[in-house]
């Protein structure tokens, strides 16, 4: 049997990894496998919070810190910290309220919301709940059409970014689920999709190569395309590889977001944050980089600014604060890891988000090269 909701938050709740034996506890096991695991061995899911541990902090003593902000521009968006959350798939499993809840908690924070392609909730019902910027997240379709139907739908519901999820062309190897038996419940699905053209399904004999999905990924030449469709700035999610950011660049990108999409795509892919410097040199500050995955504490997002992004992104934790207590544990998720942005800023020193660089590091820290 499931726990319901918290009807309020108990006061022992004092950090985001608390909300996750409450967030358990409220959900079937499938949905547990399919919200908190990763792709294959999870070597990947783990390495993402290990690899903030092994970045040691520095502390500079009595300097100035009237008037401090967490406050930064991104993309002519003002936001009251360099914090959003990330697009993730299917929230009503994790309450009923699912994204609604989601975005409700982020306005009351105003903090932006990335909704998902595959958002339980109509993404026009989103847009209405929102009081600060949502981005809407899109996955290239195999029915081109149907993506130009998806983009003009966010255009008109007032999303004011393009968040395009590149590093899941197919679904990871999720043995987790796979263990646990996962299947969408009945009353949960990916609505914003419905009544779009299917692919054939694949024939028996075949594995992955040959099969529709994979003949119909999206290739450089579909950014290329979705670049003249419409005039919302886009970023590319799920972005690893220098080269590949300097080809989103080319391509007329606005932004990159450094992402193994959690762990749940490539397992033995780095820690993303061991990914960013060399993603960083090569954007040459063309571009905002963003990163998530493995943002627990506020010092982690010290150290992800440290190396140069603009702005962090967070999943897990957020949908954890959702299956315990609703909207209400969605805002204090966000609460809480902008008052330890706060601290881990005033005892290292620093009174701004754009005054943050590698000196916020110990020196064994900064040494890290991709
Ligand atoms: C349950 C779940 C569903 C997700 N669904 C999506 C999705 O629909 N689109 C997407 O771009 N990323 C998706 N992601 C990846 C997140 O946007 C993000 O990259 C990741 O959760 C960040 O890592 P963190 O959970 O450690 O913070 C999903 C992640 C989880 C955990």
């Known amino acids: 049997m499931t726990k319901p909701p918290l009807e309020a938050i108990p006061s022992f709740v004092a950090a985001l990894g608390d909300y996750e034996p409450l967030a358990r506890e409220r959900m079937t096991e499938g949905a547990w496998a399919y919200i908190s695991g990763g792709a294959g061995d999870e070597w990947t899911l783990r390495e993402n919070i290990a690899a903030f541990a092994r970045l040691p902090l520095r502390q500079r003593v009595l300097r100035d810190l009237s008037g401090a902000t967490t406050r930064v521009s991104l993309l002519g968006m003002d936001l009251t910290a360099p914090i959003l959350l990330a697009p993730v798939a299917f929230q009503k499993l994790a309450h009923p309220d699912g994204e609604l809840a989601t975005v409700i908690a982020a306005g009351a924070l105003d903090t932006a919301m990335v909704a998902s392609t595959q958002a339980s909730t109509p993404i026009e019902d989103i847009a209405a709940h929102a009081r600060a910027p949502l981005w809407f997240q899109l996955y290239i379709q195999p029915d081109r059409d149907f993506t130009v139907d998806l983009v003009r739908r966010a255009e008109a519901a007032g999303y004011r970014a393009l968040v395009v999820t590149v590093d899941a062309p197919v679904n990871g190897l999720r043995n987790r689920e796979q263990r646990a038996g996962f299947a969408l419940p009945d009353g949960v699905s990916a609505v914003n999709l419905h009544g779009m053209r299917m692919l054939p399904p694949p024939s028996p004999e075949m594995l992955l190569f040959g099969a529709p999905l994979l003949e119909n990924a999206p290739a450089w030449a579909d950014i290329e395309w979705l670049r003249g469709l419409t005039r919302l700035p886009i970023l590319l999610k799920g972005i690893t590889d220098p080269e590949d950011a300097r080809r989103a660049i080319a391509a007329g990108m606005d932004g990159i977001i450094v992402s193994n999409h959690g762990g749940r795509s490539l397992d033995g892919l780095p820690a993303t944050i061991e990914l960013l410097p060399g993603i960083v040199e090569a954007v040459a500050a063309a571009v905002p980089v963003l990163l998530d ?78």
């Open 293 to 370: 995955g493995g943002i627990r504490r506020g010092s982690d997002i010290l150290r992800a600014l440290a190396f140069g992004a603009s702005a962090v992104l967070i999943g897990r934790p957020y949908v954890y604060g959702l299956a315990a207590a609703g909207a209400p544990g969605v805002a204090h998720v966000i609460r809480i890891l902008r008052a330890e942005l706060e601290l881990a800023m005033a005892l290292s020193g620093f009174r701004d988000i754009a005054s943050i660089d590698r000196s916020a590091l110990a020196a064994q820290g900064r040494g890290i090269t991709p």
